[in-house]
Structures are given as C-alpha cells and as structure tokens.
C-alpha cells in the first residue's frame, strides 16, 4: 500500500474577519499530479502559501503531514529541505543574480544549459542575464519554472497566473510538470488552464474555501466550466458554506 505524500484534513485559515479555507481536505499520493480548479477568491493561492509556510499564513485549525511529518511546525526553509518547492504566481526577483547563478542552486547533474531549453528558452541569450526586472513577466515564470526542475523536490505547487499564458507557454509549462513526475516528484498544479489540468492524474475544484468536486480531471474541468463564478464568493456557483 502506497501511503499519502501530503495529506491536509480539515484546514481553516481566516483573514481578519474572513474566511479564506474552511475545513479544507485534501490528500496527494507519491508522483501524482493533482490539478486545483477554481474561482479567483476561492483560496488556491492561499492554500499554497499556507502549504510553503509564507509569514502570516498560520491555519486556525487542521493538520498537514508531509510524507508523515507535522508540516506546520516547520520554517519555510524546514519545508523546503523536506523537498517542499513553490513555484510563485508572480515570480521573485534577485538583483545582482544571473541565471546562469540562479539556475545553479540545486542539483549539479542538472546543467543551467539544459534547464533552459526545457522551458525554451535560448542559454546563449539568458545565461548571463540578470533575474531582475529587466526580463519580462513570461521570461520570468519560465525561470522560475526551471529553478523548481532543478531542485528535483517531491512535491512542487505550482501557482499558475490567471493571465498572460499563451498556447507556446502552456506547452512548456505540461513539459516541466511531465519530467518532475519523471524524476519521482508530484505536483500540486494551481491552474485557470483547462489544457494543463487535462494531463492530471487527479483534480479537484475549490469553492469558497473547501473541495466541492474531486476526481477524474475530465469530470472536475466539466463541473468547473459549468459553473458561473468569475470571482468566489459561494454563492453564484450555488455552493454555500454549511
């Protein structure tokens, strides 16, 4: 019997006065791919924040085991050594760091070079380029793509932008999600994509703060399209907290 990798049960996390996860269960077994479908506002970005261990995101309640061990006691640099990687919807920036630098933190078997043409980009017109504000928002999303191959980890949450995606990134994006399961890792894939969802294993739609739908990503993508939210806020889509 294959035991869980991650397994979150019954995850409240508040924001002032509101509720932004409400008794959230979710579970990710070894090299699964588990597409996360939902509304903006429905607490995706959240649950992957809480999940890396971001300042302020301290659940009220719930617990989360990480191949076993209590995730949140942990820093988010405990997280990180465990094999815990997040690849941010809006990717962060390191003045003074070349790519060639970035892309050299992890794994020494996995070239700068190679890493790049992954996510096609050229290395002979990013190598020595800086990760800084100079290099466009895709530019930066594919790097940050390849940092996450590079570190191999065992669970990557991949916090796709609602925006700004076009079919030639969305291509690299399934080719990066395909070699981190290759190289024995599963992802947790936060995505607006129904083409990148597609190539999940196991999928879920998120509804004002807790799973409404789980399964076969054909199903999860239909019930999601089905329904009407453009910003959660449980109650256009029908679904109201009990």
């Known amino acids: 019997m294959i035991l869980p990798l991650l397994q979150i049960h019954n995850l409240t996390f508040a924001a002032g006065n509101q509720k932004i ?14 597409a996360l479908l939902g509304a903006n506002g429905s607490g995706k970005t959240t649950l992957a924040y809480l999940l890396m261990g971001c ?5 009220m309640t719930g617990s989360v085991l990480f191949n076993g061990t209590d ?3 942990l820093k988010m640099h405990e997280r990180a050594k465990l094999g815990l990687t997040l690849a941010w919807q809006e ?7 070349t ?29 020595n ?3 800084d504000k100079a290099l466009s928002g895709g530019e930066r999303h594919r790097i940050e793509l390849a940092s996450v191959l590079c570190m191999k980890p065992r669970l990557a949450i991949l ?52 799973i409404i739908f789980s399964g076969d990503p054909t199903h999860v993508i239909e019930h999601f399209r ?8 449980g109650e256009v889509c029908g679904y109201v907290r009990a």
């Open 21 to 34: 996860l409400d008794r959230l269960d979710l579970t990710i077994h070894p090299r699964e791919i588990h």
């Open 55 to 59: 300042e302020g995101y301290i659940p």
């Open 99 to 127: 790519i060639r630098e970035y892309l050299s933190l992890g794994h020494p078997e996995l070239t700068p070079e190679s890493l790049l043409l992954q996510v096609g980009l050229d290395p002979e017109r990013y190598l």
């Open 226 to 233: 089905g329904r009407t939210c453009v910003r959660c806020d």
């Open 129 to 131: 380029r800086r990760v």
């Open 159 to 210: 916090d796709e932008p609602a925006a700004g995606i076009d079919m030639l990134s969305i291509s690299h994006i399934i080719t990066v999600i395909r070699t981190l399961k290759e190289n024995g890792g599963a992802v947790l894939l936060i995505t607006h994509q129904e083409e990148v969802a597609a190539i999940a294993d196991s999928a879920s739609q998120l509804c004002n703060g807790r």
């Open 91 to 97: 990717p962060a920036r390191f003045e003074g760091l």
């Open 71 to 73: 995730l949140l006691r």
